[in-house]
C-alpha cells in the first residue's frame, strides 16, 4: 500500500513538472518572445513638420520658425547622480543665460524614471541662429542631445487673427485623441488652424530600431517617413485684409468681404490680437487683458459675434410677405410715424413718418411702420420660417471652429426657452430686426449673396490643399414666387444707396454702382415716455446703436458682398458707408473688380 501510495506521489510531481515545463517551452513562448523583442527592438516616432498656410498670392500667414530642442540623458536625478544632473544644466545655462534653469530642473525631474530610458526633454526650442555658434560643443557632451525642431511663427502678427488662429501647447484631453499632437506637443486652438489641424499636421513616420540592453542603437530594421508639409492656401488677400485694418482702426466690429461663390477676400473681427502671444503659452497679465477689454478682441464676431440685425432683415421680411400673398409689391400701408398697440407705441424711425408706403419704398427708406403692419398680416411663424430658410438661425458652413447659430424667434421658440406665450407686440418688434433677433455677421454677408445670385453659398477660406481646389458649395432655398420676386427686391437695394432718399446714398461714394441695405441696431431700448430720441452722438459710447451697411457689387454684374458692423457706430449710413465705399474702391485697384 505504502508503494503504491509513493507511486503516485511521484507520478504527480512529474505531472505537475511536465505540464510546467509544457506551457513555459510553448504555451508561454509567443508571449516571452514579443517580450524580448521590446527589449531589443525600439519603435522610434519620426514628427512630421505642420504645414504652411498662405494668402491666395502665397504670401506666408503662418510658417515654421527652425530652431532646435535641448535634451538631457535619463537617470540623473538620483542621489548619486544629481552632481552630474546639475553639471549638466548648469553648463546649458552657461551657453543661454536666458533659460530658466528651474523650469529646466522641473521638466527633467517631472519626467525622469527608472522606466524611461530616453533623453529628456529640457527646452523645447531655442532658435536656430542662437543655437549654431554652440552647436559642436553641446554635440560633444555625452549626456546632452540636441535635435532639430520648429515653432510656429505668424509673420502678420495680429492681421487676420480671427481666420488663422493659432496653435498652442497639447493638453491632456487633447493628447488622449490625438496621438500626433501628444508626440508633436502642439495642436491647432483656433480659426483654420484648428478647424484644418488635421491635415496641418500631417501623420507620423517611425523608425524601428535594434537596441541593446543599454538602450544604444544597433542598426534600422525599418523606416517610414511622416506626410508632412501639407501647406494650405487661403482665399484671403493680404493686401486687401492690411487695407481694412487701417480703416477699422481705432472702431470695434466686422467687416466680410465674399464673391458670390462664397470665397471670402477678407474678413477681419476688430480689434485684433497679436496671436503669437499663445504659441508658448500667454501670461497670465496678457489673457486678463484680452478677457476684459470692452472690444473684446479675443472674440471672433465673425461667426460669434451675435446682432441684432435691425433693418438689415428688411428684404428677407419682404420676401416672406410676397410668399403668402397677402402682400404684394405695391400693397399700401399709411405710415405717420408710429403705430399703438394696446397701451403701446411703435415708433418709426422718421418721427414725422414716410406717407403711404410700398415694399421699394419702405426698403428704401427703411420704413418701419411698412414692416410693422405687415407683419400683423403675416404673423412671426410665417416670418420666421421664410427667414430660417435664407440663411438665418443656422450654421452657414464656414470652415471656423464652434460657429454660432444665432436666433430667429416664432411662437414656439419663445415657449420652448422661457415657458410663456408670444406678444403680438413682440412680432412687430421682429419685423424689423430687434426683440429676440440675433445672427452673426457671416449669416448676413451669406444672405446678401443669396439676393445678389438667388443662390446661397456656404462661405470658405481654404482655396486649395496641396494640389487639390476647395470645391464651391450653394443651396437652392428660393420658391419660385421669391425668385420671381428678386429683382423688386434688388431694386429696391439699389435705391438705398443711390436714390436721393435712399439711406446711404449720402455716404457711398464709390465709382461703381451698388446695392445695399443699412440698419441701425440698438443696444438701448427707447422708454415709452421719451418722445424724441437722443441722438447717437450724445448718447454714451456703449449706449449707442451697432451701424450695419450690407451690400452687393457691381449692381448690373455682381461679384462681390461687402457686410460692415461697426459696434457702436450710430447709423449704418454714416459709420458704415464711407468704409464699404474705400472696399470697392480698393477692390477695384487690386483688379477683382473692373
Known amino acids: 500500500m505504502r508503494l503504491k501510495i509513493f507511486f503516485y506521489l511521484f507520478l504527480l510531481v512529474w505531472i505537475v513538472l511536465l505540464s510546467k515545463v509544457y506551457y513555459l517551452s510553448i504555451k508561454s513562448n509567443s508571449y516571452y518572445e514579443s517580450l524580448a523583442k521590446q527589449n531589443m527592438i525600439k519603435k522610434e516616432w519620426i514628427i512630421p513638420t505642420r504645414g504652411e498656410i498662405l494668402d491666395r498670392n502665397l504670401k506666408p500667414l503662418a510658417v515654421n520658425n527652425i530652431g532646435f530642442k535641448i535634451k538631457v540623458k535619463p537617470h540623473l536625478s538620483y542621489k548619486k547622480k544629481i552632481k552630474e544632473l546639475n553639471t549638466t544644466i548648469d553648463y546649458i545655462h552657461s551657453l543661454f543665460p536666458n533659460l530658466d534653469k528651474a523650469k529646466m530642473y522641473r521638466k527633467y525631474k517631472r519626467k525622469d524614471s527608472p522606466y524611461n530610458h530616453d533623453f529628456i526633454e529640457v527646452v523645447s526650442f531655442i532658435p536656430y541662429e542662437e543655437v549654431l555658434p ?93 506626410k508632412e508639409n501639407r501647406d494650405l492656401v487661403l482665399t484671403i488677400d493680404i493686401r486687401l485684409q492690411k487695407y481694412i485694418e487701417k480703416l477699422f482702426e481705432s472702431k470695434a466690429g466686422v467687416a466680410i468681404v465674399m464673391g458670390l461663390d462664397g470665397e471670402i477676400l477678407a474678413a477681419g473681427s476688430f480689434p485684433e490680437y497679436d496671436i503669437n502671444m ?65 397701451k403701446r407705441k411703435f415708433r418709426c424711425w422718421k418721427r414725422t413718418g414716410h406717407g403711404e408706403t410700398r415694399m421699394k419704398k419702405a426698403i428704401r427708406e427703411s420704413c418701419d411702420v411698412y414692416f410693422y403692419e405687415g407683419s400683423l398680416k403675416v404673423g412671426i411663424d410665417k416670418i420666421a420660417k421664410t427667414l430660417r430658410e435664407l440663411g438665418f438661425a443656422r450654421k452657414t458652413g464656414v470652415d471656423l471652429p464652434n460657429e454660432f447659430i444665432g436666433i430667429i424667434p416664432d411662437k414656439e421658440w419663445k415657449e420652448r426657452k422661457y415657458g410663456r406665450k408670444w406678444y403680438i407686440g413682440e412680432t412687430v418688434v421682429a419685423s424689423i430686426g430687434q426683440g429676440y433677433d440675433l445672427v452673426t455677421p457671416m449669416q448676413m454677408a451669406r444672405h446678401t449673396a443669396l439676393l445678389a445670385s438667388g443662390k446661397l453659398p456656404t462661405p470658405h477660406f481654404a482655396k486649395r490643399f496641396v494640389n487639390k481646389k476647395y470645391k464651391p458649395k450653394y443651396e437652392d432655398v428660393l420658391t419660385p414666387l421669391q425668385k420671381r420676386k428678386l429683382p423688386a427686391i434688388r431694386r429696391a437695394m439699389y435705391e438705398v444707396c443711390n436714390h436721393p432718399k435712399g439711406t446711404a446714398t449720402a455716404h457711398i461714394k464709390t465709382s461703381i454702382k451698388i446695392a445695399g441695405k443699412t440698419g441701425t441696431a440698438q443696444v438701448i431700448g427707447i422708454p415709452q415716455d421719451e418722445k424724441e430720441r437722443m441722438k447717437e452722438e450724445e448718447l454714451k459710447y456703449y449706449s449707442r446703436s451697432h451701424a450695419w451697411l450690407t451690400t452687393y457689387g457691381p449692381y448690373k454684374n455682381p461679384k462681390y458682398v461687402v457686410t460692415v458692423l461697426v459696434e457702436h457706430g450710430g447709423h449704418g449710413g454714416s459709420a458704415a458707408g464711407p468704409i464699404v465705399s474705400k472696399i470697392y474702391d480698393k477692390l477695384i485697384e487690386l483688379g477683382y473688380i473692373k
Not at 501647447?169 to 495642436?187: F, Y
Not at 441684432?308 to 405695391?330: C, E, H, Q, R, W
Open 134 to 226: 554652440h552647436f559642436v560643443k553641446l554635440n560633444l557632451k555625452k549626456d546632452i542631445l540636441v535635435e532639430p525642431t520648429f515653432k510656429r511663427y505668424y509673420p502678420n502678427k495680429d492681421l487676420a487673427s480671427h481666420i488663422i488662429g493659432y496653435v498652442s501647447r497639447t493638453n491632456k484631453k487633447e493628447a488622449k485623441r490625438d496621438q500626433v499632437a501628444k508626440l508633436v506637443g502642439i495642436i491647432g486652438k483656433a480659426g483654420v488652424e484648428k478647424y484644418y489641424n488635421k491635415y496641418l499636421q500631417g501623420e507620423l513616420g517611425y523608425r524601428l530600431v535594434k537596441v541593446t540592453a543599454f538602450n544604444e542603437e544597433i542598426e534600422t530594421l525599418e523606416q517610414k517617413e511622416p
Open 278 to 342: 499663445f504659441v508658448s503659452g500667454i501670461s497670465k497679465d496678457k489673457w486678463y487683458e484680452l478677457i476684459n477689454n470692452f472690444d473684446h478682441p479675443f472674440t471672433n464676431k465673425l461667426i460669434n459675434g451675435l446682432y441684432p440685425p435691425a433693418s438689415t432683415i428688411k428684404m428677407g421680411v419682404a420676401l416672406s410677405f410676397l410668399d403668402t400673398k397677402k402682400i404684394n409689391a405695391y400693397t399700401p400701408f399709411y405710415c405717420n410715424g408710429a403705430i399703438e398697440l394696446g
